[in-house]
């Protein structure tokens, strides 16, 4: 519990809390911090007393444990306007927003009345449309609008709650009154952020979170969990439950981190559009184990991409004959396909009649005013002030950027009114508010920023609504304007709802806690087949990086240590199988021997540019998006071993040969951290085992190509290159313990191709894939086009391999070694397109 | 909107058509499974009776679901599940149409006034928006249609003749 702290009056200059001596500007805007005289707001007090003032020291401290964590959370966003179209990552403040708890009850009481109004208003519009015949609203206001989809008309909401997630962003004006900026209701992005800035800061600023009471947010996403539950019209589960989907349009949608730690949190499967079906008028996932029942899909996939039947056609991202499911009521959509009109600025210019006409009351929540061209009367007003307006598309869905009115010059202002008037009804503009501000942490000092605060409600059991008691804050890196956006790199707060009363007499907002027989579930142990394609690259790609670090660390050693006996004749070995591995061109790897020094120096270069698609850093880069696309299903730590996988790729790129023997031994560590990740922390289940058949495959395919480059089977190998296979293939140490000196061919071969125990060793990699393949889950309804079975030829490919290599006679014999490696030259690859074919990509053709 | 109509016009009597319509599509690789959405029969209008005697697909549909969409247009949902090459939709349509007096086109009101009312006519209003995807209203067509309607001109002018 908290100690008590001494409430100071606010007129009272505390110890530490005066603005000037936190350097903290203040001028006629509202603050959420200090008063106008300069003085810390009550409800700051208790956080001041535990965290203390802000100094540089402690807060550069704080920020940095901030940024480390959600680094290595993985935090990120993409950005589209970066032409690297590459994850940036996610900016938090670590000063929160703090607002008192009666405050933030009086915005929720706003918020439930705005989410109940607008679920009346779109239920009329895809329904009756009386609003329309008695003239609360234009029909322009419907028609005109491209977020109107005539297909959803008079669709079913199985569950009765057209919104099951609603989000509205508020900004506090000049006389700190809250006001409605826009609302979101097609698929509000921000929930998963906003739990992720709370997991950060309750431990960066454990005292002061402690000690202010912060209401917690675990119970609504509780409550959202059984809210998308609810709307499921059945329950497909084998445990009862209903099946539920998380709908991404995959890891370039800017918030995916968001969509892949949002279904982990509320266990929901994540899949692409691609990885469901829809076969007689339901919708299934496409999994290892065959059709797999979807009962409720949470799209974060816009409404009008999420069936090319009868949405956009040319839509990659959505279901084809989603709606004709919907329609024949066998899977629930939220939030309801359509919902998305709803954001619509000319219907946030009609909210108080629609608010008087629809529940016979007043807003209790005031709008930023807003006018649309489209009604007579607003359109002239919006005219006469456009040197004031903040001109935005009137429909969501409608392209254009947004223009600011007191920023255009005279002709710029002439040319937009002209297009205003000709087409009027594309246009909605905001009369300007100067948003509160609040104490942004930047360069070594507290400046106040203005800020937009995105809350979320979602739908709860008695067809009322739960808030969550607190959102996602929103820092413009402008001083002048609220419109903030994630594309447009603001910062982020967390919201710090504080001084409610002790936990147990609060009166809660939220539901029963979900009766068992609602929890959503995911699709039980089965992968979207396009799951296991990424595991099982995971795994090849993280064993080709080993392999590769591998190599480079023996060449940078023998650069580096002269000292080190035979250093010299181990680089023309090392060069021949860099080149076979594709890390190096040919040219340099078959430099003679006097050649060789120079040779690598050259190669190490190579092979860590980027530009090269061979290299480590471009191996790297692929294991990382191989990596990013199943997030969801790796141990929740790999999303640090992905954070440093990143920084390990770029100082890769530009280290010179001292730092390179350095970062060569940190990405050895990374990697074997993934590798004890994956055996010590995921379930054996079908991903897991495509996992391991990618690692196991990779690290075979590697091994009889690198026995093929040394030369092994033609003639007795020299000492350097039998030193250097031992050690690649880690059994230089099992070796010495049987034969101290020498050049044994047989014993090393025996360790390389035959030892079942060695862990590097042909037979060990081949055996492993032998026993993961027959626990494979069998290929349903396989047969129909006639053939034979892959998953039979699959077993007897391995078989054959395996049988092959347990030939003694394989390491005296080099006739027959030399033939077993060509065999095993194409076999092996084959073995990997068969996987392919039978699980990845031919599940398409698949009869349900 | 009452549409004037000249007095002693000659009531004619209705056609009644059978009709067939066929639909073939022809594919160079099989295709395993398709869905589709067609639009094969004229809605109900005044003085339009339609009815739909059989629509054949072949090859057999798993799903057939018939359904009006937002416009009164009879829309079939179609699922085939079956491997195919060839795929054909034959419709048999029995349509009944009533002739309609034809209105007095010179007396119709001026086509300003009823310009100023479409947006707050419900009947009108949707078909006076630009379609959400095709492309936005052609200021040259909008040209050549204003040759039609010089001001203070009957909404329905009589075609040029």
Known sequence: MAEPVPQLPPEQPSLFSDAGDLGYGTGP????????????????????????????????????????????????????????????????????????????????????????????????????????????????????????????????????????????????????????????????????????????????????????????????????????????????????????????????????????????????????????????????????????????????????????????????????????????????????????????????????????????????????????????????????????????????????????????????????????????????????????????????????????????????????????PGGLVRISADARHAAVSLQEGAGSKDLWVVGAEPLGTVRRLISAPPDGAREPSPVPGNLPSRAADHLFWVGRYAERAASAVRLLRGATLRLSDDSRPAAREELSPLLRLMGRATLIPQEIAQLPDSDAARGMRQALEIAVDPAN???????????????????????????????????????????????????????????????????????????????????????????????????????????????????LAEAGPAYRERFPVGVQREAALSLLLTDPEHPHSLLFQLETIRRQVSRLPSLPAFGAAGGADPLVRLGDLVAQASYRVQDLALTRDMGLLSATLFQLGWALPDVSNLLSQAYFSHVHARAA | MSTPVPPDQPRLPPVRYRCRHITRYSYTVQVVSSQLIAHLGPRELPGQRARVLAVTVEPPPAVVAERLDWLGNPTSYVAIDTPHLDLSMTVELDVTLTPRPAPDLAATPAWEEIAAQAPRHLAVAEFIEASPRLPQPSPALAAFAAGSFPPGGPSAPAPAT
């Open chain 1, 29 to 468: 805007i509202f603050d959420e911090m200090v008063t106008g005289t300069g003085h810390l707001r009550p409800h700051w007090q208790q956080f001041f007393a535990a965290h203390g003032p802000f100094t540089p020291e402690q807060m550069a401290a704080k920020w940095a444990a901030a940024r480390q964590r959600l680094f290595l959370n993985g935090v990120t966003f993409n950005s589209y306007r970066d032409p690297q179209g590459t994850e940036r990552p996610w900016p938090l403040d670590p000063v929160p927003l703090l607002l008192s708890a009666p405050e933030w009850r009086a915005i929720g009481a706003g918020l439930v009345q705005r989410a109940t109004l607008i679920e009346k208003v779109l239920e009329d519009f895809y329904g009756p449309q009386t609003l329309l015949a008695d003239g609360t609203i234009p029909p322009g206001l419907l028609y005109a609008d491209p977020g109107y989809l005539r297909a959803c008309q008079g669709l079913k909401v199985p569950g009765g709650r057209r919104l099951v997630l609603f989000a509205a962003d508020l900004v506090r004006d000049g006389d700190g009154q809250w006001r409605v900026l826009t609302c979101r209701t097609e698929a509000p992005t921000g929930v998963g952020y906003a739990l992720e800035n709370r997991a950060v800061l309750s431990q960066t600023l454990a005292d002061p979170f402690r000690a202010c009471n912060v209401e917690r947010l675990s119970p609504f996403f509780e409550a959202l969990r059984a809210a998308v539950a609810r709307a499921a019209p059945q329950c497909s589960g084998v445990d009862g439950h209903p099946r539920a989907v998380l709908l991404t349009p995959g890891p370039f949608n800017e918030a995916y981190f968001e969509h892949a730690y949002l279904a982990r949190h509320l266990r929901m499967t994540l899949a692409e559009g691609a990885d469901m079906v829809v076969r007689d008028q339901a919708v299934y996932l496409k999994t290892l184990a065959g059709l797999e029942r979807v009962d409720v899909i949470l799209h974060r996939v816009d409404d009008a991409f999420c069936d090319p039947l009868e949405l956009r056609v040319d839509s990659a991202l959505g279901v084809p004959g989603l709606l004709q499911a919907v329609r024949a009521g066998s899977v629930a959509v939220v939030n309801a396909l359509g919902s998305g009109m709803a954001e619509s600025m000319a219907l946030l210019a009609h909210m108080p009649a629609l608010s008087r006409r629809l529940l016979g009351e007043e807003l209790l929540l005031a709008d930023v005013p807003t006018f649309w061209g489209g009604d007579e009367g607003q359109r002239a007003a919006l005219l006469a002030q456009l040197d004031r307006m903040v001109m935005r598309p009137a429909f969501s869905s409608l392209p254009g950027h947004v223009a600011n009115g007191p920023d255009l010059g005279e002709d710029a202002r002439e040319a937009l009114a002209a297009r205003i008037r000709a087409r009027p009804q594309d246009w909605a503009g905001q009369l300007p508010v100067a948003p509160s501000t609040a104490p942004l942490w930047r360069d070594g000092r507290v400046e106040p920023r203005p800020l937009v605060v995105r809350a979320f409600l979602c739908a709860s059991g008695d067809g009322g609504w739960t808030v969550m």
């Open chain 1, 613 to 727: 698609p061979g290299s480590l850093v471009a191996t790297t880069g692929r294991l990382r998006r191989a990596m990013g696309s199943v997030r969801d299903r790796l141990p929740l730590d790999s999303r640090q071993v992905l954070g440093r996988l990143d920084v390990l790729g770029a100082s890769l790129a530009k280290a010179d040969r001292a730092a390179l023997a350095v970062l060569l031994g940190d990405f050895s560590q990374v990697l074997a951290a993934q590798t004890g990740l994956e055996l010590d922390s995921m379930p054996r289940g079908a991903g897991w085992r495509f996992l391991v058949l990618g690692r196991r495959l990779e690290r075979a395919i590697d091994a009889v190509e690198r026995l093929q480059a040394s030369g092994i089977a033609h003639e007795r190998p020299d000492a350097a290159t039998q030193e250097v296979l031992l050690e």
